[in-house]
């Protein structure tokens, strides 16, 4: 059986969670708290970062990488289209959550109220929340506007760049930093992904001290 070292809240993880259960892939989950660098998790990545997937005989890390090989292994259903041009779409967003949204909206949110607490690394920057806050507004119409023209974000079919968006907003829903109500259109979305049986472990995460609010696992919220 496949074995993913994670961090239940990490949105890096939660993508290959949901590409790993969307294709029915048994997996054994390890949290591991990579911050502390133990010599063993640092054997199986001197990055020390989380994802780290053993699956197959083979030991991998970072997510995009770890997605495109499960889809190129394990092709249905498929995550990626077949055109060239519809990849690209898929990348391009893949890669606008995991990079501009992840340092413009993730990292001011959810790793000052959780991550350092969690890590005994001091208090939220203040500043940092109130950029975090402000930045999310831009990033939900975006949204938006891309699903007045589409099914999906990145076209007519369910792909990665879903599951990427969906793990950063899932995490930052889990402390009540996602305002559901500025785009019928994104709630209308996030309902739909998270209403996927992929999604079933995620929305059973609990992470100590930082209990779920109430409609975090509801699926008609």
């Not at 893949?94 to 959810?110: A, I, P």
Request: charged share 30%.
């Amino acid at each position: 059986m496949a074995k993913l070292y994670h961090v239940p809240l990490s949105p890096f993880c939660r993508k290959v969670r949901l590409s790993l259960a969307e294709k029915k892939i048994e997996c054994e989950l390890v949290e591991e708290r990579y911050w502390e660098k133990d010599p063993d998790f640092l054997r199986r990545n001197p990055a020390a970062k989380v994802p780290v997937l053993r699956i197959d005989g083979k030991t991998m890390s970072e997510s995009t990488a770890i997605c495109e090989w499960i889809e190129e292994t394990y092709p249905e259903p498929p995550l990626m289209p077949r055109s060239a041009d519809a990849r690209l779409e898929v990348r391009r967003l893949v890669g606008w959550f995991d990079d501009k949204f992840h340092n413009e909206v993730t990292s001011k949110l959810l790793y000052e109220r959780v991550n350092k607490k969690v890590m005994k690394a001091g208090f939220p920057d203040s500043g940092n929340v109130k950029a975090g806050a402000k930045a999310i507004k831009y990033h939900l119409d975006y949204m938006a506007w891309l699903l007045d023209h589409r099914r999906w974000l990145a076209g007519d079919a369910m792909t990665l760049a879903d599951f990427a968006a969906a793990a950063h907003l899932s995490s930052l829903d889990y402390i009540s930093d996602v305002d559901w109500n500025r785009s019928q259109v994104v709630k209308d979305w996030y309902a739909k992904i998270k209403s996927r049986p992929a999604f079933r472990s995620i929305l059973a995460d609990q992470v100590p001290g930082f209990p779920p609010p109430a409609h975090y696992a509801d699926l008609d919220f």
